[in-house]
């Protein structure tokens, strides 16, 4: 796991910890949002970095439901 990686479970720690059940339905917006943006980033390497990257981000995109 690369440092961002590590940084990133650092502050979801954190803010897990702190989240109150009122909040609950902000987290599942986050953690929704932030588990598309990790795709889409995924996306974007494969994309930029492999012969045939686009397929595979398309692949990507239609399985993880992403527009």
Not at 11 to 31: P, Q, R, V
């Amino acid at each position: 796991m690369n440092e961002r990686l590590q940084k990133i479970g650092i502050a979801t720690d954190a803010f897990c910890d702190n989240i109150s059940l009122e909040e609950l339905g902000y987290w599942k917006t986050w953690e929704s949002k932030f588990a598309e943006l990790i795709v889409r980033d995924a996306m974007d390497y494969a994309s930029r970095n492999w012969e045939n990257g686009h397929l595979l981000a398309e692949d990507l995109r239609q399985h993880f439901g992403i527009e």
